[in-house]
């Protein structure tokens, strides 16, 4: 998938809630399509991927085909992505995937988890990074940084960050192009 891709289908997503056609709260990705790309470049198709509940690009460049990601978003399942099959699940829990991705790793296979600048400031993910650097658990943990949490600065709700230079935890920063929630045009249904 190209950048221009992963922006269409978030648009048309964006498009069909605007609509009312889409009978579930949507949390659209944009702005990190170049580091997203160069990221699953090195993700394994026979890796586990973990992600959060903005995880429509994750999914797709997993290699679930789009009119999968399209029918389980058009079933109000935005934030809940599952597709077992392609070795993808979500969380819409704070950190709730990180000990789902740590058990399927504890397995021996290949886990890459994405989270978000909120969730590498809890305390969750260094149990996790711990527990599953401890065991030498084949697991990547990768942070998406786009300075909120939910919409409050991060740096604000969590005070002066942290740089964790450990490995196994690669972090990028972005400027996301869609509010946290919704497509930023009220839908009435």
């Not at 990768?142 to 604000?156: H, I, R």
């Amino acid at each position: 998938m190209t950048p221009s891709d992963l922006i269409s289908f978030e648009r048309e997503v964006a498009d069909r809630f605007e609509r009312g056609e889409i009978r579930g709260p949507i949390h659209l990705s944009g702005g990190n399509e170049e580091q997203l790309i160069d990221i699953f470049n090195g993700v394994p198709k026979s890796a586990w991927v973990f992600s959060t509940w903005r995880s429509h690009y994750h999914a797709l460049l997993h290699g679930v085909p789009p009119e999968k990601v399209m029918a389980q978003i058009m079933a109000g399942r935005s934030m809940n992505l599952a597709f077992p099959e392609h070795r993808f699940f979500t969380s819409a829990i704070v950190g709730g995937i990180l000990p789902i991705a740590c058990g399927v790793a504890a397995s021996g296979a290949s886990v890459w988890c994405f989270i978000g600048d909120m969730t590498y400031r809890a305390g969750i993910l260094m149990e996790s990074w711990n527990f599953c650097t401890g065991h030498s658990f084949p697991v990547e943990f990768v942070v998406e940084d786009n300075g909120l949490s939910t919409n409050t600065p991060t740096n604000v709700a969590w005070g002066e960050p942290v740089d964790y230079h450990v490995p196994r935890l690669t972090r990028y920063t972005y400027q996301r192009t869609f509010p946290h929630v919704g497509s930023g045009t009220y839908v009435q249904f």
